[in-house]
């Protein structure tokens, strides 16, 4: 629980109240807390019913094998329908859906009606190439539309996506593929990160190289116009299927339990989870979460959340519940900072934003920068401000506000998981008086807790484990292939409580004086670094996968910016000691993990150390070494075998 300093939040006491004029016009109205309390299961089946059936449920939930949930079972949809054909028959298929905006400048604009037939199109490419219902499609792409459109042509058919965000290694990629027995690839040349094309397609051909033989074809998108190696029969253009079929598909019905996408996380031992959702359930949440927290107006609102759509808020929040809403959004490729720091306050003023949704460290990285950048550009047009991903700290949160909002725009931060599919806590803007550095309020039909170690609800002014107590429409159904690790992640921490069994979410929370949730950081070995999960297990496996490596032991150490930032101990095999020097042990091992795993886990630092410190049973105090990499005291070593190994650590980092 490193990421947000637990005082700073205590002593924060500033409270924004919303603006009466807000609130007069706001989608969400005070009462949607009474009728959800009043009846749960109604409240959600009034959301589902929201959206298109094709065949209306009559049943809301069975919860009658916990932890496998049905949602709205006997009903049946079509995912992509709802998201495009829908619009387009309600007289609004001239509306923007997607302003995309690529890294070089260069842009797309399209339309509901517009982008309907592309996926009707992709769909039937898919179809010709043997994808139906409940196959799985990996996708690993840039942040273009054919992503968007690639995920929504396979809800179309009833198969099940995996997208696998493209800053992934070849080997990350290739674990995926397999645990999934992906039958298809859809992929890019290339796509624009920081002034560069990354070569993507490569990086398929090497995953595929090792051994997926489930790989029937892998469908290429050009984009970055740079030279690819082919694979003759396997590989195909995308442009050239897509010319060859007809833009006419008509959408199937699916159970509103057919799954819809797996999506792989990190967890606390080195294999990723492949989490799965599923349709009607998730679909409801998503959008009535997407409506309500953002506080959307379809015909007038302009949409823009920062996330790839290789993680789950790309998922629910760039494709799904935005299009299901019928929403104008804008999709951006690329970094930040190119060309240019203020390239995000540009596209804010060019398409008059004025719902912004990014990540804490995000904001922290502008704070940095400087006010004078987003100063220079009009921003006027923003209204609601969300953040997401990990704890956003007090001074952040009021930047945010201040700076890119004008002082004006509420803030929701927004608390869930790739677990829970949906924002399952956050303020809702116009009703709730929001408090720098909290999550506050579970959303109306969330039932959340916070408990100790034994399972009492903790009261107020107290820290302890969020549990979700009861289960909700748009929650995971399972780890793909694994229904054993399912129950025991997350169900076996609380299982015997009256009521049970609670969903256990991996995270601290504090209840302050309101009883209003304050998110305080993972409590077990998986650590958030801008925002994105990496496991300390799975870098560990990683770092002694290299032939210069004994034994490792990963901590995540607090980082200004990034939140937390991956810190290595390393003990070198005895017979490599002295063929390289520490430092450059450190630089190859970092590499090593970037390229075992990908970018986003490479180390801040790796120590070359002597010894690990380990209790008397054998394991690693990860804690201890928490408190060096963090320059703290050194905390309780009465278990350690041997105390000097600590005292030796940290006298090595000085
Ligand atoms: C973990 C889930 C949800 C989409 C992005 C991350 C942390 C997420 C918040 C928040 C404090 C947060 C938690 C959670 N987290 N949002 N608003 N305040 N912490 O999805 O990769 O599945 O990670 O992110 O620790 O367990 P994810």
């Known amino acids: 629980m490193s990421t947000t300093s637990i005082d700073s939040l205590l002593h924060e006491n500033r409270r924004f109240a919303p603006d009466p004029a807000f609130t007069a016009n706001a989608v969400a109205k005070p009462e949607i807390y009474d009728e959800a309390r009043a009846d ?16 209306p449920f009559t049943q809301t939930l069975d919860w009658s094998n916990p932890p496998f949930a049905r949602w709205f079972d006997d009903g049946e949809l079509n995912v992509a329908y709802n998201c495009l054909d829908r619009h387009v028959l309600a007289g609004n298929g001239d509306r923007v859906a997607i302003h995309w905006e690529g890294e070089p400048g260069d842009s797309r604009t399209i339309t509901y009606a517009e982008l309907t037939s592309e996926v009707k199109r992709a769909a039937n490419v898919l179809a010709k190439l043997g994808i139906g219902q409940g196959d799985r499609v990996a996708i690993y792409m840039p942040q273009i539309p054919e992503a968007i459109i690639a995920m929504l042509a396979i809800a179309r058919l009833g198969a099940v996506h995996s997208v696998v965000f493209g800053g992934f290694s070849a080997e990350s990629l290739r674990a995926r593929i397999e645990d999934a027995d992906a039958k298809l690839v859809i992929t890019a040349d290339g796509g624009w990160r920081k002034g560069k094309v990354f070569p993507l397609k490569t990086t398929v051909d090497e995953a595929l190289s090792a051994n997926a033989a489930t790989v029937e074809h892998v469908l290429v998108v050009r984009r970055g116009e740079n030279v690819v190696p082919w694979v003759d029969g396997r590989d195909l253009w995308w442009h050239d299927e897509m010319a060859a079929v007809s833009d006419e598909h008509e959408a199937q019905a699916f159970p509103a339990e057919n799954p819809l996408f797996i999506l792989y996380t990190s967890g606390t031992t080195g294999k990723p989870k492949g989490i799965l959702h599923t349709s009607g ?3 409801t949440q998503t959008t009535f979460t997407h409506k309500n927290v953002f506080d ?11 996330a790839d759509v290789g993680w789950i808020t790309g998922h629910s929040y760039v494709v799904y519940a935005p299009l299901a809403n019928g929403a104008t959004q804008v999709v951006y490729e690329g970094t930040p900072d190119t060309p240019h720091a203020g390239r995000w306050w540009e596209i804010i003023q060019k398409y008059k934003v004025s719902i912004f949704y990014t990540a804490p460290t995000a904001i922290r990285s502008f704070m940095k ?6 100063q220079e550009f009009d921003l006027s047009s923003l209204r609601v401000l969300g953040s997401v991903g990990e704890p956003i700290n007090p001074e952040a949160w009021v930047w945010y506000r201040d700076i890119i909002g004008g002082g004006r725009t ?5 608390w869930w998981q790739t677990e829970t599919g949906g924002i399952m806590i956050s303020a809702l803007p116009g009703i709730t008086t929001t408090k720098p550095g909290s999550a506050q309020v579970p959303l109306p039909g969330i039932s959340i807790d916070v408990l100790d170690d034994e399972g009492m609800h903790v009261g107020k002014e107290a820290g302890g484990l969020l549990v979700v107590t ?19 992640t997350y169900w076996s921490k609380f299982a015997h409580l009256e009521g049970g069994p609670y969903y256990f979410a991996g995270d601290g929370a504090h209840l302050d004086e309101d009883g209003d949730v304050q998110l ?3 409590v077990d070995d998986v650590m958030n670094v801008s925002g994105h999960r990496l496991s300390t297990m799975e870098i560990e496996s990683a770092l002694v996968s290299h032939e210069l490596v004994a034994e490792a032991a990963v901590v995540g150490a607090h980082d200004d910016t990034t939140g937390q930032a991956v810190v290595a101990f390393v003990i070198l ?6 063929t390289v020097t520490a430092s450059e042990a450190s630089d190859l091992l970092r590499a090593h993990v970037a390229q075992q795993i990908g970018a986003i886990a490479r180390p801040r630092q790796v120590f070359i150390v002597a010894e690990l410190p380990k209790t008397r049973s054998g394991k690693i105090m990860r804690r201890l070494l928490q408190d060096v990499a963090e320059g703290r005291e050194i905390g309780d070593t009465t278990t350690l075998t041997d105390t000097s190994v600590i005292r030796l650590i940290s006298d090595t980092m000085q």
């Open 410 to 414: 509420p803030i929701v931060d927004t």
């Open 296 to 306: 959307l107006h379809p015909e007038t609102d302009v949409y823009w959340c920062t």
């Open 573 to 578: 095999r005895s017979r490599k000691e002295g």
């Open 470 to 488: 009861e289960p909700w429409p748009s929650m995971l159904r399972g780890i793909w292939g694994d229904p054993d690790r399912f129950r025991e």
């Open 281 to 283: 359930g998730y679909l």
């Open 369 to 374: 920068i400087g006010r004078e950048v987003p």
């Open 520 to 522: 305080l950081g993972r």
């Open 40 to 55: 749960r299961l109604a409240f959600w089946a009034k959301q589902a019913r929201e959206l298109h059936w094709h065949t």
